[in-house]
């Protein structure tokens, strides 16, 4: 039997930290700590190695389309594939940041939803069969999505959408929240929300095409909150520590073989969320 494997984007802290410590404890195979920094990654997985657990390290910018590349080249060559993907990895502008907001938008949209669809294109390629892909959302891209207008809210829950069309819609997000018009244009205020709603939509477009393309590879991909968990991005005052929030993405990586439920899907604390 083959090596099994499984990727943790961003998880040289935090949520994503958190969860490659619980994958080396529950999943029967190599667990790759990812990071764009080498320095951190190598602390991190030092940190988990003084636990007495031995994640493996993996370069992986994901904003670097060839350190995405590069990565999955390294996956295939070494596993033929990959078992279990999670993309974790994101950024958000703390509150008190005076950075235009325009920007912001910018810069958010291009960790949150561009690359994190970027990171699909490369690793969609060499998922495995049975396969567990994992995209950390929040959950403000439900309350955000009530804050749409209507129009927004009928494209991003029509089944149908396809992702050309959420592209141009993160793209138009983007560009109208440089020139100041994002709210009379109907989004919500804030470009972390907006980049998650991107998400969680792109999750389900991606999961509707794996149905349609390898139906009966049995691969599993969802969205899921972590909840408002102690972190370098949500402070010290969160309820839910880093293991807690690991709890949903993890259920999901470790969904078993040949369960056909959930896909598609948002959950928070382990369940299916209609949104
Ligand atoms: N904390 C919460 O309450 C909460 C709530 C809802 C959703 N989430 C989601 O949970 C996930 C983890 O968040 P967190 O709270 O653990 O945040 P965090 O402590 O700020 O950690 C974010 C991680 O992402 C990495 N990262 C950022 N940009 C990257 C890139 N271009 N390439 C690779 N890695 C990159 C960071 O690396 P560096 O150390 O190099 O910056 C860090 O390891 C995120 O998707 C977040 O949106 C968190």
Known sequence: MPIRVAVVTGSNKGIGLATVRALCKQFEGDVYLTARNVGRGEAAVKALNSEGLKPLFHQLDIDDLNSIKTAAEFFKQKYGGVDVLINNAAIAFKVADTTPFGIQAEVTLKTNFFSTRNMWTVFSEIIKPGGRVVNVSSMNCVSGLKKCNLDLQQRFRN??????????????????????????RGWPDGAYTVSKIGLTVLSVIHARRLSKERPND??????????????????PTAPKSPDEGAVTPVYLALLPSGAKEPHGMYLSDKEVQLW
């Open 159 to 184: 089944e149908n959408i396809t992702e050309e069309e959420l592209v141009k819609l993160m793209q138009r997000f983007v560009d109208e929240a440089k020139k100041g018009e994002h709210k009379e």
């Open 218 to 235: 049995g691969i599993l991909l969802n969205a899921c909150c972590p909840g408002w968990v102690r972190t370098d991005m949500a402070g």
